[in-house]
Structure formats: C-alpha cells, structure tokens
C-alpha cells in the first residue's frame, strides 16, 4: 500500500465511521430539538434494535419467501416501526412530564438505560450475538478496499437520512416539527397538537437509533452493552456540530469519524480518543453551540 | 410534588431492576454444601470466556455430586457453584470477590484476568482464600506473593507461541508478522513475550499494536499493519469476539496473507462473525474431545447447551474442579493452605491430551503455574475446525 493508497484509505475508513455514526446523531438531534431532552438511553434503543434485527433477520423468526436481500430490508423495517413504537411508549410513560426540563430528563434516561442493559441480560442472554450478512466481497478501487456490507450501510444510512431531511422541510408534519422546535408554546397557538408532534419526534429518532443498530449487526456483534461508545461519539459529533442542529450532526459525525481514523491509523485507538474528546473541550471553550447550532 | 415522586419512584424501581444481573448456580438439596465462586466476566468481551468456565465448573461439580460428593472428616459434602459478574473490570471482580467471601462464605473461589486478580489477592490471601485465578502470572502479579493464587490460564503464551510461529514458518516461509494485542496489563505483557517469541522463533515482528477491550471496527488500526505488509496477522491475546473480527476486517481490506488465532477462539464465534472469510485460517486453543473424561464432559455439555459454543475453557476446567475435590479430601479438610499443598501435586485431563497439572516449583518454589503440554494446530476448512498438528511446548523445567 503506497502513501497515497494509504491516505485514500484511512479517508474512506473516516467516512464509513461518521455515515455509521450519524444514523445515531441524527436520532439524538431529533429528540432533542423537539423534546428539548438529552436522551442518554439513546444508545440502548440503539442496542434494541440490533437485538430486533438479530430476532428478525439473524434467527429469522419470520419467515418471509424471496431472496435474502429482501429478507433483510424488511426486517430493517419492521425493526424500525418496532423499535419507533417503544420509543414512543417510553416518552409517554417517562418522558413527556419533564419534556424542556434537562436535569430530571437525564436522570430518567439514565435509570431507562439500566433498566434496558439489564432486561436485555435476561432476554438476550449474556453471550455475543452476530448476524450474517447478505453482502458480500470487497470493492477494490485501486489499491484501497470498501466492504460491500458497509457501503449497503452507508447507502441505507444515506437513503435514511434523505428521507427524514425531505420529510421534515417538504411535509406539513415536518414543518410542525419545526416549529414545535423552535417554540413550542408559539406552534400550539397555530393548533398543532404537542403531545403528537413529540411522539413522532420519539419515534423517528428512535427509528434512526434502530436503524443505526440493526444495520451495524451484521458488521459488528451484538450485546447489551453496544450502546456506550455509539453514544459517546455521538455526544461529541452533536457538540462539534451543534446541539440541536441536523446539517451540524452531519458534519460533526463526519469530523469524529475522520479525526477517529487519522488517529488511530498514525497513532493509536487510545491516542485518537483523546484527540476526539480534546476537540470536544476545545469546541465547548471556543464556541459552546457548536459549529451549526445556536443559544437555547 | 406529582413529579418528585414519579422520579424517586422510577429512580428506585430503575435501580433495583438495573443492578448486576446475578447469574446463580445450580442448587443441589443437601445438608451439607461447599460453595465454589466464579467470578467471571459474563457481560462485555470476555463473556463467551466466563461464560464457558463457569458451565466448565458446573460440569465437574454435577460430576462429583452425582457420583455421591465427597467426604472430609467423615461428612459428606456437595459442591454448590455460585457466580458474579465481574464485567472483566478489576473493581467488578473486586466486587465480586467481597460479595463471594462475605455473603457466600467461600474458601474458593475463581477470577479471570491479571489485572483482576493483581485487584483481588489484597482480599483473597489475607482471607486464606483458595483462587484459581484463570490467568498468567505477570511481573505485576508474582506468585511467590500469593501462596493460595493459583494461576489456571488455558495457555502461557511465551512457551507456546514459540513453536506456533516456528510451525507457521516451516510450513509457509514466515518471515515477518504483525500483531494486535488488547490494551489491558495482560495484553501489555503478552505483548513484551510476543516480541521474545518473534526474536526466538527468527521472524521479524513488524508491527504490533495494542487495541481496545471493547473496539469493534479494527479498520484503522489494520490499515496501518497492512502498510507493513506482513506475512501474517496474529489476534494475540485477544478474545474470541475480538479476532473473529480482526480476520473478517483485515480479509475486507484486502489482506490475503496468513491469519492466525492463538488465544483458543470459540469456532461458533470464528464461523459466525467471520463467515466465508474464516476459510484457510490457523488457530491454536480449540477444543479436542480426545479422553474419556473429556467425552463425559463434552456429552454433559451438549445436553444443556449448543456445543459449538464450547471453548478451550470448558475442559480446562470441569478437570480443574475434580483436581481440586481430590486434593481437599487427601488434605480431609477445608483449610486453603493445607489443600493448596495437595493441590499443586494433582493432575487432570485439560488441554493436552494426557494429564495437566501445576508447574513453576523451579520457579517460584511452589507448583501453581498451570502448562499446557502441547499446542494445537487447527485450521477452518469447509466451516469446520479441523486438526493439523500438535507441537510439544517446552516449559523451563
């Protein structure tokens, strides 16, 4: 592998990281632009999804006729719509009392995440769970290699985010969801019902987390403490892009997963951690909105 | 005040419910039982390596017990197998340790992991606990320190991956390799023997590089190994999880050389993470079902659990266990140092084919070191693990 092969490659690896990463961000976003609530349980719907998908897909408790691509596509959906109803009974039954209000949201987020581990414990079991994936091969181009399961992540991930992105700036829902977003109280008077647009702000971010999980499946394995780290880096893609903000969640899980790849191809994984968390304090003394977000 | 409540409520209720999954052992209805603590990790990497000596020690105790117990001062007793999940942190398996002595009452007890066990000999040797901790010693972890530390590890890897990597280099003209080794003290010592191993064995170590317990995408870290191009990537000792994922990873990337698993990976683990991209790989640590003993062990297994989960650790020790039983009734007696002594003279059927036991006399004056005999060269073939070679490992005594 030359220089420049090596550059390209350590780019791609960057790329691949933040497109993985920002399934998560993006869900994150959504809940707490319209919830005004940091959701550190995000990481654990995420872990749902994965354990979803792996019942759907991996153990093929349904079983559907055609090829394995279609399989796994409508798996990925169902999860999706499985995992977007939990979320939308969670904010319900914890959420929606404290919506605006971060400090009680954290606590309650941070009891959903022990609840979840440990159910997930004693549902899944304590052992790692892997799913096969129905892609297979390296694309070789020119001496630097993509996975073909992780460019179906990446183009699933993309199709994903087009998706909700057109949804929010083209739907009447979309753009309720953002006023509700910028006032809540403001967007109530123009008669759009609270209650609802923040369910579906639930249920779309944790569709994304769902998404992010079961994708990711086949590419890594599966157990109930797989949320920590996504939501980590998570945290840090949405503080270098902006908190609340979609266009900065893009590019801040893009900058962690390229700072990510530099660092640990030319130091070490160690070395590259301290790099993303010490551009996470750089970021928070310089500018505390982040690249793309703005004063709450 | 509604909402107060909902939140010191939901906090309560979270708490409980959230608190370490305890994974309880088998109880036998006796009057008289003898309680064993594995304080394994059953959550995070390790878990399919505390998973499997767990079901080990509950195979060599349902053994025992079914076959009447054993007598100490004329009372029968039972073994009772109890267990915590240590997370394969130090204070975890702390946690576990004083949870094992002080609520269970144990004399014995078992902790994975150096660093874990450097953590609890402060607690277990004072309390003239009887640890069969499943690891290497380390310049961190001197046994002479720890009489009642006995150190079961599966493999010690600078005695066994000389003549691993003086195979590979007979076999394929080896002349430089890469490795990854997981960033915990363990890891940090594995990899200092790695670099002996490497000198001894001839080959040219050209990069070795030192990994997260919990990492999943190994892509940087392999993109910087392949720029050296070596003839082979070895996993170290990294868990099965781990290097099944480094050879599906480093096969993605384009690397076509040899890949080798040295730290007995489970072959579920290998086929199912690393699907087609197994085929053609080495590894050392597999299970051989080649005793009497080991097929009674192998058939209990099968009963309860899927066998291919199976790992090395499952026959290192349901064996282990029995060794130990016999060594409390020659001793008739519960007190630790009196069955220590008898303890490091037993033998047992475990990774080799003939017995294993406890070495290190030479060394530290005492046998608590265990060996393995011989090294196991499999190689994934058609989805299976299949046999090459056993190679005789020479210990320093």
């Given at each position: 592998m030359s220089q420049g092969q090596l550059f390209v490659q350590v780019i791609l690896n960057g790329i691949m990281s933040g497109m993985i990463l920002m399934l998560v961000v993006l869900g994150l976003t959504l809940v707490f632009g319209i919830l005004h609530i940091v959701n550190f349980a995000h990481g654990e719907i995420y872990m749902l999804g994965a354990y979803v998908f792996w019942l759907l897909f991996g153990k093929n408790i349904i079983s559907i006729p055609g090829p394995p691509v279609i399989h796994y596509i409508l798996a990925l959906i169902v999860t999706m719509i499985i995992i977007a109803a939990f979320g939308v009974l969670i904010e319900r039954l914890f959420f929606k009392s404290f919506r605006g209000n971060l400090l009680p949201s954290m606590i309650i987020s941070l009891g959903i995440i022990l609840i979840l581990q440990a159910g997930a414990l004693i549902v899944f079991g304590i052992q790692e769970r892997s799913v096969k994936s129905v892609f297979s091969g390296t694309l070789n181009l020119g001496g630097t290699y993509l996975s073909a399961e992780r460019v179906a992540v990446i183009m699933a991930g993309v199709t994903l985010f087009v998706a909700v992105y057109l949804f929010i700036q083209r739907t009447f829902t979309g753009r309720a969801m953002k006023a509700v977003a910028q006032d809540a109280d403001a967007a109530a008077l123009q008669g759009i019902n609270i209650d609802r647009i923040c369910s579906l702000g639930m249920a779309i971010g944790c569709a994304l987390a769902a998404a992010a999980g079961a994708l990711l499946a086949p590419i890594f394995t599966i157990n109930p403490y797989i949320g920590g780290e996504p939501l980590l880096l998570g945290f840090a893609a949405i503080i270098v892009g902006g908190l609340g903000s979609i266009p900065g969640s893009i590019v801040g899980s893009l900058l962690i997963g390229l700072v990510q790849s530099f660092g640990s191809t030319f130091l070490d994984s160690e070395a590259a951690m301290i790099i993303v968390f010490g551009l996470l304090v750089v970021m928070l003394v310089l500018k505390p909105t982040g690249l793309w977000g703005h004063e709450h | 005040m509604k909402k107060n409540w909902t939140l010191v409520t939901f906090l309560f209720l979270s708490l409980f419910l959230g608190q370490g999954v305890l994974i309880k052992g088998i109880t036998f209805a006796a009057a008289k039982e003898i309680k064993f603590a594995c304080i394994y990790p059953f959550s995070g990497p390790a878990a399919s390596w505390g998973i499997n000596d767990y079901r080990a020690y509950m195979i060599g105790s349902e053994i025992i017990n079914e076959a009447g117990g054993f007598t100490v001062q004329g009372q029968k007793y039972f073994w009772k197998i109890v267990s915590y999940d240590s997370k394969f942190t130090p204070e975890g398996t702390v946690a576990g340790v004083e949870w094992a002595i002080n609520t269970e009452k144990v004399n014995f007890l078992s902790t994975m992991g150096g660093g874990q066990t450097l953590a609890v000999i402060p607690k277990t040797e004072p309390a003239k606990i009887l640890n069969i901790s499943v690891a290497n010693p380390t310049p961190n972890l001197p046994p002479s320190k720890s009489p009642?530390?006995?150190?079961?590890?599966?493999?010690i890897s600078d005695t066994t991956w000389i003549p691993l990597i003086q195979w590979v280099k007979k076999k394929h003209g080896l002349k430089t390799m890469a490795v990854l080794q997981p960033d915990y003290v363990v890891g940090k010592v594995a990899a200092s023997t790695t670099v002996e191993a490497a000198k001894r064995a001839g080959v040219d170590l050209v990069a070795q590089e030192m990994v997260s317990?919990?990492?999943?995408?190994?892509y940087p870290t392999l993109t910087k190994i392949l720029t050296k191009n070596p003839d082979m990537i070895m996993t170290g000792i990294n868990s099965s999880r781990s290097a099944s994922l480094i050879l599906k990873q480093a096969r993605e990337l384009g690397y076509k050389g040899i890949v080798f698993l040295p730290w007995g990976p489970s072959v579920k683990d290998v086929l199912e993470i690393a699907g087609p991209q197994a085929e053609g790989v080495y590894a050392n640590g597999l299970i051989y079902w080649d005793t009497p003993w080991l097929q009674e062990v192998k058939k209990r297994y099968s009963a309860k659990w899927d066998i291919n989960e199976a790992d090395i650790g499952v026959i290192g020790f349901a064996g282990t266990l029995r060794a130990l039983t016999e060594a409390i009734v020659k001793a008739d007696s519960f007190d630790t140092t009196k069955v220590a002594a008898k303890f490091q003279d037993e033998k047992w059927d475990a990774y080799a084919p003939k017995d294993s036991g406890w070495w290190g006399a030479k060394k530290v004056g005492i046998k608590r070191l265990a060996f393995n005999s011989t090294v196991q060269i499999f190689k994934f073939e058609g989805g299976k693990a299949k046999l090459l070679d056993r190679l005789t490992v020479t210990v320093d005594e």
């Amino acid at each position: 592998m030359s220089q420049g092969q090596l550059f390209v490659q350590v780019i791609l690896n960057g790329i691949m990281s933040g497109m993985i990463l920002m399934l998560v961000v993006l869900g994150l976003t959504l809940v707490f632009g319209i919830l005004h609530i940091v959701n550190f349980a995000h990481g654990e719907i995420y872990m749902l999804g994965a354990y979803v998908f792996w019942l759907l897909f991996g153990k093929n408790i349904i079983s559907i006729p055609g090829p394995p691509v279609i399989h796994y596509i409508l798996a990925l959906i169902v999860t999706m719509i499985i995992i977007a109803a939990f979320g939308v009974l969670i904010e319900r039954l914890f959420f929606k009392s404290f919506r605006g209000n971060l400090l009680p949201s954290m606590i309650i987020s941070l009891g959903i995440i022990l609840i979840l581990q440990a159910g997930a414990l004693i549902v899944f079991g304590i052992q790692e769970r892997s799913v096969k994936s129905v892609f297979s091969g390296t694309l070789n181009l020119g001496g630097t290699y993509l996975s073909a399961e992780r460019v179906a992540v990446i183009m699933a991930g993309v199709t994903l985010f087009v998706a909700v992105y057109l949804f929010i700036q083209r739907t009447f829902t979309g753009r309720a969801m953002k006023a509700v977003a910028q006032d809540a109280d403001a967007a109530a008077l123009q008669g759009i019902n609270i209650d609802r647009i923040c369910s579906l702000g639930m249920a779309i971010g944790c569709a994304l987390a769902a998404a992010a999980g079961a994708l990711l499946a086949p590419i890594f394995t599966i157990n109930p403490y797989i949320g920590g780290e996504p939501l980590l880096l998570g945290f840090a893609a949405i503080i270098v892009g902006g908190l609340g903000s979609i266009p900065g969640s893009i590019v801040g899980s893009l900058l962690i997963g390229l700072v990510q790849s530099f660092g640990s191809t030319f130091l070490d994984s160690e070395a590259a951690m301290i790099i993303v968390f010490g551009l996470l304090v750089v970021m928070l003394v310089l500018k505390p909105t982040g690249l793309w977000g703005h004063e709450h | 005040m509604k909402k107060n409540w909902t939140l010191v409520t939901f906090l309560f209720l979270s708490l409980f419910l959230g608190q370490g999954v305890l994974i309880k052992g088998i109880t036998f209805a006796a009057a008289k039982e003898i309680k064993f603590a594995c304080i394994y990790p059953f959550s995070g990497p390790a878990a399919s390596w505390g998973i499997n000596d767990y079901r080990a020690y509950m195979i060599g105790s349902e053994i025992i017990n079914e076959a009447g117990g054993f007598t100490v001062q004329g009372q029968k007793y039972f073994w009772k197998i109890v267990s915590y999940d240590s997370k394969f942190t130090p204070e975890g398996t702390v946690a576990g340790v004083e949870w094992a002595i002080n609520t269970e009452k144990v004399n014995f007890l078992s902790t994975m992991g150096g660093g874990q066990t450097l953590a609890v000999i402060p607690k277990t040797e004072p309390a003239k606990i009887l640890n069969i901790s499943v690891a290497n010693p380390t310049p961190n972890l001197p046994p002479s320190k720890s009489p009642l530390t006995f150190f079961g590890a599966a493999q010690i890897s600078d005695t066994t991956w000389i003549p691993l990597i003086q195979w590979v280099k007979k076999k394929h003209g080896l002349k430089t390799m890469a490795v990854l080794q997981p960033d915990y003290v363990v890891g940090k010592v594995a990899a200092s023997t790695t670099v002996e191993a490497a000198k001894r064995a001839g080959v040219d170590l050209v990069a070795q590089e030192m990994v997260s317990l919990t990492a999943s995408d190994f892509y940087p870290t392999l993109t910087k190994i392949l720029t050296k191009n070596p003839d082979m990537i070895m996993t170290g000792i990294n868990s099965s999880r781990s290097a099944s994922l480094i050879l599906k990873q480093a096969r993605e990337l384009g690397y076509k050389g040899i890949v080798f698993l040295p730290w007995g990976p489970s072959v579920k683990d290998v086929l199912e993470i690393a699907g087609p991209q197994a085929e053609g790989v080495y590894a050392n640590g597999l299970i051989y079902w080649d005793t009497p003993w080991l097929q009674e062990v192998k058939k209990r297994y099968s009963a309860k659990w899927d066998i291919n989960e199976a790992d090395i650790g499952v026959i290192g020790f349901a064996g282990t266990l029995r060794a130990l039983t016999e060594a409390i009734v020659k001793a008739d007696s519960f007190d630790t140092t009196k069955v220590a002594a008898k303890f490091q003279d037993e033998k047992w059927d475990a990774y080799a084919p003939k017995d294993s036991g406890w070495w290190g006399a030479k060394k530290v004056g005492i046998k608590r070191l265990a060996f393995n005999s011989t090294v196991q060269i499999f190689k994934f073939e058609g989805g299976k693990a299949k046999l090459l070679d056993r190679l005789t490992v020479t210990v320093d005594e």
